[in-house]
């Protein structure tokens, strides 16, 4: 019995460090030459820029995913409700790589104009994983 209790607790332990993980290996994935070296504060520059779209209003990551990473965002066109950005509190997100190469694409499309770079991925990823 008290080896039972004992595996459960370090298994609700070490549930926050599994989600961590997820995002540490995809951060990876963009640097297989392991020559890049990612920052936090760009990512947060990126995060936070203010670019214009083609229809001249102004956009960053923010319209979106809002302000409080912590929180569901809306998609500004569709109102779909995006779940939270931050790993520590959904700890899916940033696991499925292919999800996350998926969704820069669209989301560095829309917001930047352009596809973004490993480095810019890496940062931006470097970045969330604060939260």
Not at 34 to 46: E, I
Not at 62 to 90: E, F, Q
Not at 99 to 114: A, I, M, P, Q
């Amino acid at each position: 019995m008290h080896k039972n209790r004992w595996l459960l607790c370090v298994l609700l332990l070490s549930l926050p460090m599994m989600g961590r993980a997820g995002i540490d290996e995809t951060i990876a994935h963009f640097n297989p030459q392991h020559n890049l070296t990612f920052s936090a504060k760009d990512g947060d520059k990126l995060w936070h820029q203010k670019n214009t779209g083609p229809d001249g209003k102004e956009r960053d990551c923010t319209m979106c995913h809002g302000k409080d990473l912590t929180k569901s965002g809306k998609h500004v066109r569709t109102g779909k409700v995006i779940k939270p950005m931050a790993p520590s509190v959904n700890s899916k997100r940033f696991t499925d790589i292919h999800k996350v190469e998926k969704w820069f694409r669209r989301n560095c499309k829309w917001t930047l104009g352009r596809e973004c770079t490993d480095q810019e991925k890496g940062d931006v990823l470097k970045y969330l994983s604060q939260f």
